[in-house]
């Protein structure tokens, strides 16, 4: 992906059932394969050393608030919060329709790569500053990881009562 595919006219459809209503939540979807939140790398620059995030990371991170951004502006949560995301990947295109019928009813799971905890990772460091001030103020995590017709990363952010 390059930066010229990354803008502020990123493209994010709501793609599954808005289940929360009010102005204390959002609800968005970042479309294509969810990305996991890589470690830093180090790098020599003569005497010196440097560390630096990967660029695959930050490119994903500046997609996942983009689509942010496009649906909710400017506006940001505060307060105790509770984070929801689900990472929807396609089913290989290799696998039978018995499997692939039995992979989108959740009767075989996904337990290939990307972690889950390092996609949370990489979603809720991308709304720092965007979707709220950090993410220390989001003190419960719902997540899964499942298969889906496309991939796409689901964000649910809502303020606790």
């Known amino acids: 992906m390059s930066n010229k595919e990354i803008t502020n006219k990123t493209y994010c459809p709501i793609s599954f059932d808005e289940k929360l209503i009010g102005k204390d939540s959002i609800y968005f979807t970042v479309p294509g394969k969810p990305v996991a939140k890589q470690r830093p790398k180090a790098a020599r620059k003569g005497r010196f050393f440097t560390v630096y995030t990967p660029n695959e990371t930050k490119m994903y991170e500046k997609k996942v608030a983009d689509c942010y951004r496009n649906r909710y502006g400017v506006y940001k949560l505060n307060g105790s919060l509770t984070a ?3 990472a929807v990947f396609e089913v290989p295109s290799s696998e039978s ?3 692939k019928e039995l992979m989108l009813n959740g009767d075989i799971r996904n337990t290939k790569k990307p972690d889950l905890d ?4 990489s979603a809720l460091d991308a709304l720092n500053d965007v979707a709220y001030d950090d993410d220390s103020s989001i003190n419960e995590i719902y997540a899964n990881k499942q298969y889906g017709e496309i991939s796409e990363l689901r964000i649910v952010i809502y303020k606790n009562q």
Do not use: A, G, S
């Open 97 to 99: 329709k018995k499997r």
């Open 84 to 86: 929801e995301v689900y």
């Open 118 to 121: 390092n996609v949370i990772k």
